[in-house]
Structure formats: C-alpha cells, structure tokens
C-alpha cells in the first residue's frame, strides 16, 4: 500500500512543482470526518490566496474559498469518489479576496489506506480565461451583435423549447413576425448609423416592454421576431391575445425614436402564427409568419395578419363587431330588456336588466357574442353607463309610483374597477332622484378573485349608498366561503347550468343543495336562474331557494313595455 509522500518545504517535490501552473496536491480524507492536504503546491497561493501551511493539518481554509453555492456538489463529487474510488473531476468557483470570481477545473484519482482513510493525488488549473472565451462565442453564436438580442440560432432552440412545453400542456402560443415598414427609407437618407441606432433603440423597446418570457429576436436587416408562450389554452382566445399583442407591438414602434435630437416614428406590419398545430418545426413556424408578415404587407403597411386562414377571418369578423358595436352604443342601437324575478309564491319581487343589440345588417346579436367583446374592447363601460343609468331611471318611475320593485343590473368587472365608477353610480342615483336601495348589482365571481382589497372597499362604499350586491353565475367560479362571508352580499344567482341539471341527474342536484346550503349559512338571498322547466322550479323551491327566473315565466322584454305593464293604473272597480 502506497503511503503519502510528507509535505517538506524544500523537498524535490516542492522544487519541481512550484513553476507548474496551477496545484498539484494530495488531499486527504480521514475516517473521523477530518479532511488535510498532506502535500500541496506553491500554486496554491495564486489559485486560492492560502498557504500550503495553512491546509497541511485542516483543509478548511480550502473549503473556505469555494463559492458557497458549488460546495454541496463539490462534497458530494469527492464522497462518490471515496466510495467508488473513481476519479473525481469537476469544475468549481472559488470567490478570493484579491481576484474575485474564478473558474477551476480539479481532477484527482483516489486510493484507499491500510487505516480507512482516502488519499487522492491531482492537480487543479485555472480555467476562468477559457470559460470567459466560450461565453464570449456563446454570446456571438446567439445574439445579435448589433442589438444584443438573440439571433436566429437561439431563436430557434426557443421555439423548439416552446413547442415541446406547449404540446406538454396543451397550450396554445404564437410567434411574430415583425418588419418595419420605413427602414430602407430611413436608412438610405441618413445613413447606416442612424440606421443602427433606430434598431438598436426599436430591439430594446420591444424586449423591455414585453412580458419578460416573451422573446424578442432579431433575424437581421429590420426584421424582428416575438415569441409569446403560452398565451391560452384555446386557439381561439390565443387568437385574441396575439392580435391584442400585434397591436401592442406595432404601438410600441410607432412611438418616435430620438436619435441626436431628431425624432424618427416607424411603423411595422406583423405576420402571426400559432402553435402548435401538428407536427411542425421551429423552421416550420418561422416560414409560417413570414408568410404572415408578406400578407400583411400585401395588404397595405402597419397591418396585422395571421397564418391561419380561420384566425384570420375571425379576428377581421371580431373587429367588424367591435367597430359596428361603437357605432350602435353611439347611435341608440342597444335597448334594455328586464326579465322578471319571482319569489316562491309566484309574486313579483323585481327584474334584471338585460342588454339587447339589434343591428340592421346582422340582426339580433346575442350578448353572449358582444358582451365580451365590449368587455376586451373596453366598451363594456360606455354600455354599462347606458344600462345603470336606464336601470335608474326605471326605478325612479317605479318607486314615484309607490312600487317597490327593485332592479338587478350586470356589472362587468372592468366597467366596476374603474376609478370614476361610484361617482358614475352616485351621479345616476342623483340624476334621476333614484333610490339606491331598488338597486342590485350583479357581479361575477371572477371580480372577488383579482385585487381583493380594492373589490372590498368599492363594494363597502357602494353599499354605503344603499346599493346590494348579487354574485351572478354562482357556482361556475372559485370563490371561497371565507370570502364570500366577508363582503357586503345580499344575494346569490344559482347558474342556469346547474338548475338545468336538477331534475335530470343526481349530481346536478347535489350542486345546488350544496349551494343553497352554503347560501343559508351566510345569510343570503337566492335566486334560480334559468329556470324552464315546473320540475325545475319545484326543486328549487322544495330546497328552500327564494326567487326564480326564467323562461318558465317569463322571457326578457323591452323595458318601456315592461315599466308601463307595472305602472299602469288599475282599472277601477266595476259598481
Ligand atoms: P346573466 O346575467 O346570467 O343573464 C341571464 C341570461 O340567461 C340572459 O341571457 C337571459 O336571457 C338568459 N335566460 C333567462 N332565462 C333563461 C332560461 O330559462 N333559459 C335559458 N337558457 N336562458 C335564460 P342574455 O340576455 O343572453 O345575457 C347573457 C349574459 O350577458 C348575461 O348573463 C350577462 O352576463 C351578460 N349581459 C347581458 N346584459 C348585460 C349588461 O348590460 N352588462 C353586462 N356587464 N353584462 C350583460
Ligand atoms: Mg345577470
Ligand atoms: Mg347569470
């Protein structure tokens, strides 16, 4: 058996080895835990600041200068290596006082003593220079060396990473084409220089305001690539993001650049594909919104197109609407319906108020169809205003006339987060000399979900007013009962879904006792909605639900007619 060779300050040993680069040394791990290095070149100094001294009896100064967050595999190497016996190596950083940061590389080969303990014998060697070269080439193979972002290489590994996470979660993404429109202009007028600023500029605006897993590319020339994944999990509401994130980007690049106090604005057309679709590559994908981007371009600068022919026609339909909505809210195209609110007795007790839009061309447009898009497009508040004022006026007739009707309203959480939203209610309230307490606002579960404090102080302040609250479509969000106890409700909406599967199955059933149950416990009002059918409402009422709504009884109608219905006088009595 081999035994070590004892550290000698003059040895040969040390003579030969002082001039070597890096360390060669025997380290030394003893059965009792302690760990020495029983020989160690001069080169331990340069490398780790110590002297072989310092480590002869107790390594621990050694340990000392490893970069703490490489000593857990650094331990764990060298007890593999004990136990095996096989060669250790690795790279490591150690942290020193005078030179900062380095790269290390060890090796060492291990042998067993006759006492139990390991001894290896191995060098170590600075390899910082050759780490800072390969970042450097890592650098220059993947960015753009104009504008720092990643190029077309690095470009592509994220695709592909993207891909395969997608497909993984069944999630849908996209990937953006993006050319300016002007560039060539720009660049043939006042230069190259100029030019490159303008990219330069343009590149770390769009990688700033971006989400920060976004990545932004760029391909070379005025071409830069997006891609935004995950963006949905269904195609179609990934359709809508990416032309929400077109819009944001063309935005972004229409906003002036200074460049040597002259202000430059461009514009882009962007080329949209979405994926994944099947089987395709990350090339695949970047043909695909080049395709995009040229269509777009055919169609005139500063537009937006997709690869998909379907997402197309849906995003140019979806516009349509929207701007066709605009118009009709402008024009008095959008009326307001009241469905009429029972309690169990078959009395009435109110109504809610429902947006109807008849357009000339398209004829009824379900609210189903344009709430959402008034929701996205931010018209919901110019339409909730329209309706929460009609509802006001409605009440202030019925309670003039002594009825005591109250009127439920649909509130949208954007139209309800809106800063100037309790002055609009107290402005209506005031306007038509309504009282609040006539009045309910339906909410969905979705608002008490996001910005909890803020939710709860509004809804406070509006109740203050008079104003009660409803959670409408109840049971289809993920409110919690310890929510749920602490805001100022008065009521919950079963969702017709589920009052449509009372009286069919058993766990439908189930739901809504669950429902009621919890209604009951925190004191609320409920109301079945949708109810069409006898079985229906005999259900709700045998399990102790207190209103009812729908077909059943009544379908939505005009709110003049349904206002004069209950305003008109009696007829008196005949003698
Ligand atoms: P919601 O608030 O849950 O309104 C109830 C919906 O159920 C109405 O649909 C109503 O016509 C329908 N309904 C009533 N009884 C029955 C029934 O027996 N069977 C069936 N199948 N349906 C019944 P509508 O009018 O199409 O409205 C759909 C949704 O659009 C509303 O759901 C509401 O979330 C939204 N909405 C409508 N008007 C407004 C509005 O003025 N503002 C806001 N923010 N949203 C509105
Ligand atoms: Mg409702
Ligand atoms: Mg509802």
Not at 207 to 218: G, I, P, Q, S, Y
Not at 406 to 420: E, G, I, M, T
Not at 510 to 537: D, W
Not at 554 to 566: E, K, V
Request: one cysteine or more.
């Amino acid at each position: 058996m081999l035994q070590p060779v004892p550290a000698s300050g003059d040895s040969l040993l040390d003579a030969l080895t002082r001039y070597v680069p890096g360390v060669i040394y025997q380290f030394r791990h003893d059965p009792d835990g302690r760990s020495s290095f029983p020989f160690a070149s001069q080169g331990l100094r340069e490398l780790f600041g110590i002297t072989p001294q310092s480590v002869l009896n107790d390594a621990e100064p050694f340990f000392r200068c490893i970069h703490p967050e490489d000593m857990p595999i650094l331990r764990a190497a060298f007890r593999t290596s004990a136990r095996t016996l096989a060669p250790w190596d690795q790279e490591f950083r150690v942290v020193l006082p005078a030179r900062g940061l380095r790269w290390l590389h060890g090796r060492a080969q291990p042998q067993r003593l006759d006492d139990g303990s390991v001894l290896w014998h191995g060098f170590i060697s600075d390899t910082s220079e050759r780490r800072q070269a390969e970042a450097r080439l890592h650098q220059l193979a993947h960015y753009d060396s104009l504008t720092g972002l990643p190029n077309r290489r690095l470009l592509l590994e994220r695709i592909a990473q993207a891909l395969s996470a997608l497909r993984r979660h069944a999630q849908v993404g996209a990937l953006m084409f993006v050319d300016l429109d002007n560039f060539k202009q720009i660049n043939d007028a006042r230069g190259h220089g100029v030019g490159d600023r303008l990219l330069c500029q343009l590149g770390a605006r769009l990688a700033r305001e971006l989400r920060t897993e976004d990545v932004v590319a760029r391909l070379g020339g005025d071409e830069f690539i997006v891609l935004a994944a995950p963006l949905a999990t269904e195609a179609d509401a990934a359709g809508r993001n990416a032309r929400a994130l077109a819009d944001k980007l063309r935005e972004l690049l229409a906003r002036p650049c200074d460049i040597d106090g002259v202000r430059y604005a461009s514009s882009g057309s962007v080329g949209i594909t979405l994926f994944p679709k099947g089987e395709e590559s990350a090339e695949d994908l970047l043909r695909e919104a080049d395709i995009a981007m040229h269509r777009a371009k055919a169609g005139g600068r500063n537009r937006i197109a997709f690869f998909e022919a379907e997402m197309q026609a849906e995003v140019e339909e979806r516009l349509a609407l929207e701007q066709d909505l605009r118009r009709a809210l402008v024009a008095g195209g959008i009326e307001v319906h009241v469905q009429t609110q029972y309690d169990v007795q078959g009395r009435e007790i109110g109504g809610e108020l429902l947006a109807r839009w008849l357009d000339p061309v398209r004829g009824p447009v379900s609210p189903a169809r344009f709430i959402p898009v008034a929701e996205e497009t931010g018209l919901i508040v110019a339409l909730g205003d329209f309706v929460l004022r009609r509802a006001c006026q409605a009440l202030a007739r019925l309670q003039r006339a002594g009825n005591g009707l109250q009127l439920s309203v649909n509130v949208s959480p954007h139209q309800f987060r809106r800063d100037d939203f309790v002055v609009c209610v107290r402005d209506s309230l005031r306007g038509t000399g309504a009282d609040a307490r006539g009045l309910v606002f339906e909410v969905t579960e979705g608002l008490l979900i996001d910005d909890w404090q803020d939710t709860l102080a509004r809804m406070q302040e509006l109740a203050s007013l008079g104003v009660r609250f409803s959670i409408d479509d109840f049971g289809t969000g993920y409110s919690s009962l310890a929510y749920l106890k602490k805001l100022p409700l008065y009521e919950l909406k079963i969702d017709r879904s589920f009052v449509a599967d009372v009286a069919e199955d058993a766990s439908g059933a189930a739901i809504v006792q669950a429902i009621l149950s919890v209604a009951g416990h925190l004191g609320l009002h409920v109301v079945g909605e949708g109810v069409e059918t006898p079985a229906q409402a005999e259900f709700l009422r045998a399990h102790g639900c207190h209103a009812l709504q729908g077909f059943l009884f009544d379908r939505p109608q005009p709110i003049s007619d349904w206002l004069d219905r209950r305003l008109q006088p009696l007829p008196l009595a005949a003698d």
